[in-house]
Every structure is written in C-alpha cells, then in structure tokens.
C-alpha cells in the first residue's frame, strides 16, 4: 500500500493523469486492504484532496469510529468542502448508529444555519435515529415537521415510522 501511494503521488505531483483518479484509487485500495492508517496519514498531511462522494464513502466505513469521523470532517472543512444533503445525511446516520444524538442535533443546527433545506432522505434518516433512540416524541415533532414543510413521506419514511412505532408499542 505504502509504495502504491508514493508511486501514485509521484504521478500526480508530476501532473501524470487524474488527480482525483489516483485518489479514488488510493481510498478504495486503503479500505479493501485494511490499511486505513497510511490512507488517513496522507489525507491529515493534506496531500490529498478528497471529494465530497469520498468523504461520504469514508464517513460510512468509519462508522464505529466516531472519532476518526470527526477527523474526516474536520479535513472536510479544511479542504473547503460544502455540506450537502448528502454529507449531512451520512453524517447524522453514522453519529445516530452511535448513540451521539447530541452531536446529530449540532448537525441539523449547522444545515440550518447554512440554509440547507432538508428533504425526504434527512428526515428519514433523523426519524430512523431518533426511534432507535427511543425518542419517540421526536419521531413525532420530525413527522409533524415534515407536514409543515410540505415534505412528502415516501415508502422508507412509513417502513420507519411503522418500526419505530412498533417498538414504541403505539
């Protein structure tokens, strides 16, 4: 992997083919052999530029490691990357799945502050956290929100709703 990378950024360096083709590589390489460590250590030094489909893929593959998502998104800033619906919607599943329901709420904040208007695919991944959550009133205001917004629910909405509350025993 190691020699993989430094043959790859010689060629970028040298202006040899695409950049973001050699980083796509280099990402898809590092995660299919479990060697995360030399990938993340070049993309800290910045000598990487990822894109915002990357850092999605990265965001799911580091989903237990709510720490190393952190990093990710602070290199996500650092690199001028937007925040979409996309970034936003990753983002609040993996700190979901981890029980960091505090740091979702900080997520919608920023998206609002950003006027980043959610669509079906935020709220559903919001419902979805916050049932499994147990926070079943929030799964109501989110549902509620969603009417007042003229948001249409869509067939993974009602599959979420349906579990959550079902477990709620509503």
Known sequence: ????????????????????????????????THLEAPMLELMKKE???????????????????????????????????????????????????AGEMEEVKNIVDRMKQLNINPDVRIFNVLIDCYGKAKNFDQVSRLRNEMGQLNITPDIVTFSILINCYGKAGM
């Open 1 to 32: 992997m190691a020699s993989l990378i430094t043959q790859t950024l010689r060629k970028v360096r040298l202006g040899l083919g695409h950049k973001q083709h050699f980083t796509n590589r280099i990402i898809e390489t590092g995660l299919k």
């Open 47 to 97: 000598e990487l530029r990822i894109s915002t489909r990357n850092f999605v893929v990265l965001f799911g593959h580091f989903e237990k490691r709510i720490e190393i998502v952190e990093e990710l998104r602070e290199m996500m800033k650092r690199q001028g990357k937007e925040l979409n619906v996309y970034v936003i919607s990753s983002l609040i599943q993996q700190f979901g799945k």
